[in-house]
Each structure stands twice: as C-alpha cells, then as structure tokens.
C-alpha cells in the first residue's frame, strides 16, 4: 500500500508532537510522554493501558499519523491507511472529532481536509454517526483517513449491518472498515459484548485474509485480557503485548502530580432505594450543599430518568436558592439530539460555577476536572473512570467525592433499579470502597489488584457467523440476521428516532431521509414501549415503501439499528430533558432538520425505478464505461492492488452497465433523448421522467411493465453469455458487475412485486429468461439472450458459483467485498464528475 510523505519532513518525533499540539494556551506546543513517544516506533501494542487524563487520544492519534506521514519508508508501508476510532457513547465521539482537527489542521502539519476530496495528501476526519453524512470519506478508498463513531455505528457497519444507513451501502463500508484500518477500541471497560466482537473481527481478518495490515489496539485505564481472549483471538504464546507507563513517566512532575492528585471519598447519608420517591431531592440537595462556588460540581447516576429527575429538582430549588444560575446547570445523557446535546457539553466544558448532572456517558473519555464529585455505586472499572473526572490534573488541594450506595431489600430479579448493573458487581464496588479515604490514581490501581471481575456469558461472533454476514440478502419475510448480541450487551441496543412535522397524509415520498443531527438515540426498550401507544414509520428497502410500526401499524415492534421518523405531535422528546417516554403527548416535539435530506446520489442512481433529476447531463454508456475506469484507475494507483484482481476489476468497470442496453432502461430513458451517434446508447438522463416504470414492448405492441428491473444483473448476465465459462476470472468479474449497486449479489432471486411472465419463463429483478440485449459499441457486435439458468440451485449455479469465490482462500469475505465497493465508489465519483460535480 501506497503512503504520501509530506515534505519537508520533521526531525523527530518529539518535534512534529509540538507542532500538532499547539494551541492559543499552548503556543509552543507540548512534549510527548516517554510513553507516547515509544508509540510512535516500534511493534503497535494490543493494549495500551494508561490512566486517565495521561493523553491516550493523543498517543494513539499522533502515533498514527506520524507512522503513516513521517516514519521510515518500510513503517509507512506497513501503517494502515485508515484509523477507525471506536468509543463506547455519543457524547465522546465529537471531542474526539474535535481534537483529530485541531492536530491535523495546525499549521505545521496542515492535513486536514476541509471539504470532500480535497488534496490527494489531506486527511478527512469523518464521524459515523447515522443518518445523512456530507464529506463523503467512502469515496476515497485509496486517501488516508480518521473515522471517528460509537460502537454501534462501527461494529454493524464492520458486521455488514450497518446501523441507521441504507442496506445497499452495507458491502461498502462493511469493505472499508474491514481492509487497511488500524482499529482503536477506546474505554473498553464500557462496551460490553464489543471487546469480544472486535477481538473476533481482529482474528477474522488476520484468518480469512484482507488488503493491507489489520490491526486492534483496545485501550482504557482498567483495561483486562479475559475479554480478548476469544475463541479465535487466544493469548498469543507469549502474552498480550502491553504499552504502559515507564520509569520515565512515573518521573515526570506532569503525571506524579496527576497520579498523586488527592480526591476525598466519603459515603453520602442516604441511600439509593427503589421506592425512595425522595431520592432527586436527596442528590439534588447533597448537590448544592456540597457545591464550592465557582467550580465545576459533577453528579453521575446510572440511569438517563434518574438524571432527569435530579436535573428537575435542581431547577426546583433555584426557585428556593437564586444563587445557581439556570444556564450554569446542565443535564447530559445519551438520549439528545445533537444540537441539545452540544450545548448542555459547552456547559461542561466551560469554566466557571456549574452543576452538571450525567449519566455514564461522561464517565470515560471527557476531558473535565471536577473539583466535586457525587456518583452512584457502579462496578469497579466504571467507578475508577468517574473518579478520574474529579481532580483531574491534581489542580485542587480540597477535592471530594461523594458515592451513594443502593439499598435494594429484594433479591432484585424483578427490580431494575440496579440497572444496566449487576447487584453482584456493585457488591463488589462496596467491598473495596470499604475504608478508603482518598480516591486518588494511585489508591484506586492498588485496588483494581483486588478486583475479580463477574463472569459474564456473552453471544461471541464465530466464524460461520461473520462469513454468513458477507450476503445481504434478506430472507422471504424481509427481515435481516441480527447483529445487535454482537454490537452491546443485551439492554443497551438502541434505535434511532427523528421527528417532522407533516401535516398532509404520512409518510410523504420525498424529504424524510434524516441528517445525522436530527437523530436521538432510544433504548430499545423504550422505543418499544412507545409502539404500545404511537406509531412511527420505517423504512422498508426491499418494497421501496415507508412501514408503519406500533399503534395500528403493520408490525409492532422496532428492531435495533433502525431510523424511525415520527410524527412531531406523537412527541416523546423534550430540548431541556432529551428523549423521554412519559413525555409523549404532552407536547410536539420542536422539529430541527440540520441538512438537505432525500436519497443521496449513489442511492438515487440505483433505485429501482428510474428518478431522474433534470439537472444531470446525458451521458453515454461507452462514455460513462470510460469515465469509470478512469476513476477505477486512479484509485488503483494508489492501493497497488495484486496484478490479476486490478485487471479484473478494470474488465468489470467496462462490463458495469451493458445491462443499461436492455429496453426496459433504454424505453425510459430514450424518452426526449437527443440524437447519439449511430450504435450508442444512452446511460444517463438529463431531464426527469414521465413518470413512467421500466418497460419494455412486447411483440403485439403492448406495453409491458417491468418493475424492480435491474441494469446490473443483466449487465452480469451478458458478460457471462459472451465470456467462455473457463476464463479465469469470470466469476469474480461477473460478481463485482452484478454488485456495484448492492442490491444483487450472492443470490439471484425475483421479488414478489414483480411482473411475472405468462408463460413457465425464469424471470428476476425485472430480467425474463431470453431477453435480448445489444448490440453495445465495442463490447457486444451483435446481440445476445440473456440466460438466467444460473438462477437455479444446484451445479455451476449463481449461488454455488459466489459462494466458491466467497470462500476462496485467496479471496474471502473481506477481499471480495473490497473489490466490489471499488466499482461502485469508482461509478459514484464518475456520475457526480459527470453532472458537473467534483469526484
């Protein structure tokens, strides 16, 4: 793999560290840790295990760019293009986001991309987060790259699975996270079921093969190795390989001072109890007599309506004490769209007098020194995070903690107010709270020596599992194999809800596409709650239709991953609180579209029936085969893809639309055509439609419709009715044909929306056994038929055909999908380049 050398290059590490880290307070920049300046050399680590507030972000970015940027040629070679930074929660995604730019932007180093596609060695730095994106990062393949998302968002789309994104972009992204990345698993201690799923994908990769070096680093201060030691990730014959603090860091003044740091535990005089009503009264009083005028006062509870009902009492009190200014009291959780969101964080941030009330999602990763802390008893690992936001950097010589324990007299099965714990791990917490008087670094690592984790029995992805998820095709009922015992534990899983204010019939049949800043998380739980009572609307991909789900609808329950849109008046959502259920109906929900919504282009040029825009350019087939293997060039150039699998994808970008000769496209889109040349046939349009389906006329002269139709697999099928079977890359060429749009690939199969022949004829996606196709200039010299026997199960079928390259140990899953989303990223960059927008 290719790697770009920015020039002039710096004279070591230490130096090109102080250039990234300038900043207004740090006009100079900052010297690396011994330990972030060994990152930057040598073998990468499996685990990096540092304490908080140490600069693990830092490293691990820094470390990455310089190995890719400025190392030693055969270190450049080896580093993976793109870094996939993967964290627990939402909240820590857009800090993340948010320091990347800032290194890559100062202007020593000056790699940031600032717009899609600029500079062949700029850097995008992209947040997955669902719904609609605009800096298009998955049409650079072959440009270095941050990727920045929560576990959901990353390990769906790295299963195939792709959370609150459409199914037929699943092969692409499902590629790019799969090949040439270097995976950073951060705050480990928080995702559950991830570590196992990210340990496995580790092993898979390294197993059945990919392009470039795959590489893992979990990290967090509590960091362990049972998680990583999976069936098919074991422990290496000579351990882990660990990145952990030196002698030389231990002596700096800046990490004794943070380790030293002195923090005061004492045990609140209340309790936690499930039929405690007073309980947000208790913390919110705690929260005010123990506040210490113009400093920040952190509470963090376990529960997202907890920390609602504390955040309600404080602003109760404020009627009582004027004292504590409205706008300098702040409520942060998982369950808020992002505007919210952003802004009750801007509190947290700031300096000054502040309560800020949070659940878990401020426990890792947020760089904030509390001088007051109150938290609930939480399992170990999660209290030494939360202990870290106190005191953070050893500023404060009167720093304290205060932790409230549960009081729960039943046996807890049916009680869920210990809930997303266990009471055996909060057990645990009490006992090694037992007589501790400082919370400190260095007192709770001494105790994480004690600490024996619960044993927990998770759903670990297997082999069969992971090669299973390469197809994408959906079984007769519609539904998909579900990731979501793969991605988090069982009470986590989410759904993502957007509202909008239609007034007309629901659902409209343009504009309801979500921007990523519209999207509010909801627990699974309790979005099916809310079925019980309202209804919301997904969308169903195989049928192109909006599904109406809960109350009155078609199915009565959401499953996760998906984007659910929902009436603003059904409510469920308030600014102030974030999403919550008892909400519902008491007030609509303020409406913010943040974006331009609707299908995004690659989506539009693949739907089933033609929707052409009138503001594109009409573009021939040969022109358009020409300006995809262009681009299919250009990309190769970068990545050096093996010889014999360059020039099968070259073949492919000139087989990709021949399908598009077929007259079904060509009635439609011949409608107001100008005059080609003798031979040619048009791929594109430049005006909108009549209206009318793909069709085609049949030798009465009758109109014939031909819904779903789809170009690509007749362009397969025509390249394997005009290449003898014993070429040596006709599957392979056939396959990535077939699956530039996403929606044929493993398997050929009619739907059941489609027009059926008379007569006992083979038919699929539009395509009838028998169909003539062409001539194509410079392809086809004169006409063939379209053979769709391969449809049929059984030897040297389509099926058996796929599934032996899938398996081809010098293919495999992770290959295969690499190469087909090269095509379609390459037919992507030539239609935008040829309605006038920039590749």
Known sequence: MVAIQKSPSFKDYRAFFKAATKSETAPDGFDPFPYQERLSGGELPQILNIPTGAGKTAAVILAWLWRRRFADEETRKATPRRLVYCLPMRVLVEQTRDEAKRWLKNKDIDFLAEKPGEGEDKIA?????????????????????????????????????????????WPVHYALLNNDCLWVMDEVQLMGVGVETSAQMQAFREKLGCYGNPTTIWMSATVGENQLATVDHPVPKNGFLHHALEEDDLSLDTIGKRLKAKKAISKAGFCLDSEDVDYAENVAGLLIEKHKKGTLTLCIVNQVKRAQNVFRSLKSNQKQNPAYSIARIALIHSRFRQKERDAWTKVLEEEGDRIVVATQAVEAGVDVSAQTLVTEIAPWPSLVQRFGRCNRYGESGNAEIIWIDLNLESDGDEDTTALPYSMAELEKSKVLLDGIADGGVETVRRKMAEYVPEEVTRQVIRRKDAVDLFDTTADLTGSDLDVSRFVRDGVDTDVQFYWRELVEEFPPKENVYPSRGELCPVSIGDANEFAKKYAGFVWNPLEARWMKVGKGGEADRFFPGQAVCVQASEGGYSEELGWDGSYAAKKPVPVSVLAPSGLREEERDGADEQSFDGDGKWVTLSSHCADVLREIGLIESSL?????????????????????????????????????????VWAKSGQKNNGHGYYVIAENGIRVARPHFRHELASALAWLCAHPAEHPYSDLIAYIIAAHHGKVRLSIRSIPQESKPHEDTLFARGVWQGDALGPVRGLLEKPISLDLSVMQLGEGSWLERMLSLRDDKNMGVFRLAYLEALLRIADWRASRREDGGVG
């Open 125 to 169: 730095v992209t947040v997955l987060m669902g719904g609609e994106d605009t800096d298009k990062w998955d049409y650079y393949p072959e440009r270095d790259a941050i990727i920045i998302g929560t576990q959901d968002m990353l390990l769906s789309r790295a299963l195939n699975r792709g959370y609150a994104m459409s199914r037929y972009r």
């Open 640 to 680: 050096v893809l093996p010889k014999d699998q360059g020039a099968a994808l070259e073949t492919a970008a000139r087989w990709h639309d021949v399908g598009k000769a077929h007259a079904a496209f060509q009635n439609v889109v011949n409608e107001g055509a100008p005059q080609g040349a003798p031979g040619e």
